[in-house]
């Protein structure tokens, strides 16, 4: 079957990949890319690992085409760090505990990160809402909730 | 916060356990960069994907794969014939016994599907999409047969028989005819008839429970990699690659020594990741194709396919003097088991009064098969499900005879020389202790509002030790590699570090904690019962002491002293004795970087048989808020009391008592099992299996108790499991303070909350 | 499945012309949220998939006769992040914010929703109540429709082959008016609609409602537009007895099934509820009266 070719940018870098049509991004990030930092979860929107930034804007990318990312800017899990710097929100999962398993963590982050370029102030409620298609079976939430808003007081004090 | 009581003093002060270190593995897993069981890729590698019966019961007549071997890009189709039909044989798997016939029939279906998703057929494909094709071309020709879901209807006369030579066991004569009963167990003390003649009150209740999935993340995920020459590498998300190995190596017929399985990074488990599903399947297929064979399952799949906790129906009479002082405990329990035999009805059995001190106890289990999933380990299997029961009506007696519920659990309470139904006396334990800071606490005594209601309940769990090994190597510049059997599943790399740290005397981050592969150490019983913190801690602390043993005989000879004139403090060997003072102290570094010239490289092993695991007990406060327009619970507010033993590294015990709180919350309101009249699972994905989301619930305080388990060498009890037992009881009693009606089924959906409360205004 | 082809036409044109491509299996592609799931799930095995995210206009928020043309492709959180849109039609705005979790919210679209037709998507009874029409274009031209003449059963519209809906209209209102929806789901967020219910209404000088309108969803096999509800509400203050004659009228519409998510009692018993605390909160926003129950979230 014919493959489509894709030209995108992921995390900064340009970058050139062929898929199946009913591959999704999510697909061609793991299986294609490499970039297994985005977990599947349910293949279906309902547990937020897959999370990746779109243009800006949080998605799950196992609800994504592969195709769809043409001329589009993808922001994984693995771009969230600078260099040797890890993001803030990720220093502060590491602090808070956030994490037990770690496999929603990455979604965590990515979905917590662009929470607060839209919202550096959020309330407890609003990060748990804007969250609630993150699913962790570990945590409770306690921990993550936490480090979100701490993260969010720290950055805005800097 | 959390807060801390210490109710031992503490042996000496510690450097390091009790204090909160970024977790070794913590980088990895905030960049992405940590390799679960479906990260993994290889060279020239396949893809498998399982054929599942669409019928939860049938005959397999025939299955012919001869359309999709011939497609192109099929590499190897595999059904049960490829897989030697085992004998019975039970072994241990998670904390339940297994049967390898069974696990084989599980597997990959033999004679008959027992449920919808039982595996029956596999392919291996260059391609997802090739594969899944090739799944479709797969002709089975099935006799339907009439199936049992529900588990009083398994029991009933003319019930379809799932297998048709399941004679029950544990009752006496034995019975001639097969039925779905597998097992009886019965555990008891004193006289209950007494007992209840005794009581001024007595309560008698019925209870049921739905299945509900551990419902971890990640799905399960393996590759495997089968080399011509018969040897084989598994690389797989479980909770003990070694059971893993184990299994594979019965199931396939092969020397344990020709697999290596390596643990995966584990996106969660909960008891759910102790038994094999894919990983037989996918060497069976590598071996066929001689490439490497990923798999991983669908949610769907995980669903369908793999074991949630069982659910039951229950019967439970206690009776009690009008002083608050409990007489008798009745229970007659019946689990579901899903399709083969050995549910949790033992420990569901054994659990249910551990939280009192009685003098008469009856506890009756039946472990019953049905058309569905072979339930699977879940947290404390089967000791939420009873215990949830035992716990509604002991707050039933409570608010009967008026007294505090606490104070009626104070009254009765379990404590150091109970001796238990199910036979050992109690060693120390800390029930009373977290009784008694729930009593303190200030949640239990805020007032609430309209509408709302708030719960007490305790919880049991046994906790294990088990065989385990570990090995410490001292690096060339005094650093170690601290080598642990256990996947870890939630941060035991940093608690077994910490401990060796503390053993050593040596900072924590010149420990590597690394969980070794099976053929780099010996056996180790997996990564659950609460044990893997227990057990390394034991294993941790004799490798730790060997290699010091070691090291203090290396610094012996380099100051040409006697062995026995070297102690160990602080991460360096002192000359003692007449020596004291006459040498500086060598450190780990100067002691490793002459070792090979005082006798080579410097080690410590450990493999043991851990015992001595510490009970553990919980006391949870819950507020819950009910819409009575809409039956909606609203959990307002929670708290978590728990004896740890010791904390090692207090965030993630307190993580446990969240997580595990929250799953409790999940099962109570809105976790469910939904099957439709024919026989299909109609909720297997996470849109309608609904755990908890952010949104959902409060912040969960937790309060750690630390009553020191003596047979520890750091005081650890383990802590995973016993955190879900009581969150069920205790929304129920929230519940029927805000309403006054006592439910008795779980979970509390508004639907059936909302019927209660109309039914009880006379709607 | 093997051959699916993925097409982004950059016209209506060319996209009519995919979709009308004779004997082929074709599906929309706008936010995907549906539509990836059922591709995963093997539900649907289309020929083409036709991507309308390039087509001009499908992405853009049009002020129009003092009401709103919302394209096809416009995003669930792009509607929210609309600083008008929300202040004319706050009931709509929330409703469609109720679609799934933040994630889907980045790509979930009206139209999407409307077109699934499933009887308990959340925005639909809001746009209904909203009177809202969408534009039908297909070989024969173009027509406009009442969204409630769209679904026609559960996963079943009234569009012809070829035919895909290109905006949404939400019209202009008169002073006055407030709109609300509600929905009850076991859980806080990333369940389906149990029952929904959405309330338009206005009030006179004197705060007697003199219009409305009521939409239900996850009632009956499509969401309803409910005229006998809408009539317990016009000539009354909207004060209690209203407010009960609203619950029962709602209720007695119900055409419900048991399933997986709710019974047919149960659903009967909370539209009602809904209706009512919904038609609480537009009334108070018609009055000027900021509702501390308005959006879910």
Known sequence: MAKIHVTTEINGDPVEFLCEPEQT????????????????????????????????????????????????????????????????????????????????????????KALLEKNPDPSETEVRYWLAGNLCRCTGYDKIVRAVLDTASDMRGS | MATALKFDKPEGDYQWIGTRPLRP???????????????????????????????????????????????????????????????????????????????????????????????????????????????????????????VIEV?????????????????????????????????????????????????????????????????IEPHACVASVSEDGQAELFVSTQGHFIVRAHCAKLLGMDIAKIRVTAAEIGGGFGGKTVVYLEPVALMLSKKACRPVKMQMSREEVFKATGPTSGAHMRIKIGATRDGRITAGEAELYYQAGAFPGGPIGPGAMCAFAPYDLENVKTVGFDIVTNRPKVAAYRAPGAPISEY???????????????????????????????????????????????????????YNTPLGPNQGRGVASGFWFNIGGETSATININDDGTITLIQGTPDIGGSRASNAMMAAEAFGIDYDKVRPIVG???????????????????????????????????????????????????????????????????????????????????????????????????????????????????????????????????????????????????????????????????????????????????????????????????HPYGVRGVGETPIVPPMAAISNAIEQATGIRFTELPMSPPKVLKALDEANGG | MASMRYERPETIDAAVALLAGGPTRTRVLAGGTDLLVQLR??????????????????????????????????????????????????????????????????????????CNASPAADSVPAMIAAAATVCVVGSGGTRDLPVEDVVTGPGKTSLADGEFISWVFLPSRPARSGDAYLRFIPRTEMDIAVVGAGVSLTLGEDGTCTAARVGLGAVAATPLLVPDAAAALVGTKIDDAALENLSAAASAACRPIDDKRGTIEYRTRVAGVLARRAAIIARDRAKGIASANGGAH
């Open chain 1, 25 to 112: 991004l999510l697909d061609v990030l793991r299986d294609e890319l490499y970039l297994t930092g985005s977990k599947e979860g349910c293949g279906s929107g309902d547990c937020g690992a897959c999370s990746v930034t779109l243009d800006g804007r949080l998605v799950c990318s196992c609800l994504v085409l592969g195709a769809e990312a043409e001329g589009k800017r993808v922001e994984t899990i693995e771009g969230m760090a600078d260099g040797d710097r890890l993001h803030p929100l990720q220093q502060k999962f590491l602090e808070h505990a956030a994490l037990q398993c770690g496999v929603c963590t990455p979604g965590f982050l990515v979905a917590a």
């Open chain 2, 517 to 711: 592969d099976t053929s780099a150490l010996g056996f180790t019983f997996l990564t659950g019962g609460s044990r893997a913190t227990l057990a390394n801690g034991v294993t941790t602390r004799e490798a730790a002491n060997n290699a010091i043993t070691e090291m203090c005989k290396r610094a012996a000879k380099m100051w040409e002293i006697p062995e026995d004139a070297v102690k160990w403090e602080n991460g360096h060997a002192l000359p003692a004795g007449d020596n004291a003072g006459k040498f500086e102290p060598l450190s780990m570094a100067q002691i490793a970087k002459m070792a090979p010239k005082t006798g080579g490289p410097i080690a410590g092993h450990a493999h043991i048989n851990v015992q001595g695991a510490g009970p553990s007990f919980g006391t949870h406060i819950v507020d819950v808020e009910v819409d009575k327009e809409t039956g909606k619970v609203d959990i307002l507010r929670y708290t978590v009391i728990q004896d740890a033993g010791r904390a090692v590294h207090p965030s993630y015990v307190e993580g446990q008592y969240q997580g595990g709180a929250v799953q409790g919350i999940g099962w109570a309101l809105n976790e469910e099992y939904i099957y439709g009249e024919d026989g299909k699972l109609q909720n297997a994905g996470f849109l309608d299996y609904r755990i908890p989301v952010a949104s959902d619930v409060p912040m969960i305080d937790t309060v750690i108790v630390e009553c020191t388990n003596p047979s």
């Open chain 2, 389 to 443: 029961a035992v716990e509604s009506v002991v707050d039933e007696i409570a608010k009967t005879l008026e007294i505090d519920p606490v104070e009626l659990r104070l009254k009765n309470a379990a404590k150091e020389g109970t001796r238990t139904a199910y036979g050992p006396k109690f060693g120390k334990v800390g029930l009373v202790q977290t009784l008694e800071a729930a009593k303190a606490h200030e949640h």
């Open chain 2, 25 to 147: 593995d913590g980088v990895d897993k905030v960049t992405g960069r940590a390799k679960f069981g479906a990260d993994m890729a290889l060279p020239d590698m396949l893809v498998g994907k399982v054929l599942r019966s669409p019928h939860p019961h049938a005959r397999i007549k025939k299955i012919d794969t001869s359309k999709a071997e011939a497609l192109p890009g099929v590499k190897a189709v595999v059904t049960a014939v490829d897989f030697k039909e085992l004998p019975h044989e039970l072994s241990l798997a998670g904390e339940m016994p297994i049967n390898y016939r069974d696990v084989g029939r599980n597997v990959m279906a033999r004679d008959k599907a027992l449920y919808e998703g039982h595996a029956v057929a596999a392919v291996a494909a260059t391609s997802a999409s090739i594969a899944r094709k090739a799944l479709k071309l797969i002709e089975v020709d099935y006799e339907v047969l009439p199936h």
């Open chain 3, 41 to 114: 799930s093997g539900m649907i095995e289309p020929d083409v998939v036709v991507d309308i995210k390039a087509i001009p206009g499908m992405r853009t928020i049009t002020a129009e006769d003092g009401g709103f043309r919302i394209g096809a492709a416009v995003a669930g959180s792009e509607l929210k992040e609309h600083p008008d849109v929300k202040q004319l039609w706050p009931g709509v705005v929330e409703a469609v914010d109720l679609i799934g979790s933040t994630q889907v919210q980045g790509r979930c679209t009206m139209v999407g929703n409307l």
């Open chain 2, 152 to 216: 009083m209807d398994a029991v009933k006369d003319g019930a379809p028989i799932l297998h048709e030579d399941l004679i029950t066991v544990g009752v006496e004569p034995a019975p001639t005819k097969a039925s779905n009963v597998a097992k009886r167990v019965e555990f008891a003390i004193g006289d209950i008839d007494k007992g209840f003649a005794e009581a001024d009150v007595v309560v008698e209740r019925t209870f049921d429970t739905k299945p509900v999935h551990q419902a971890y």
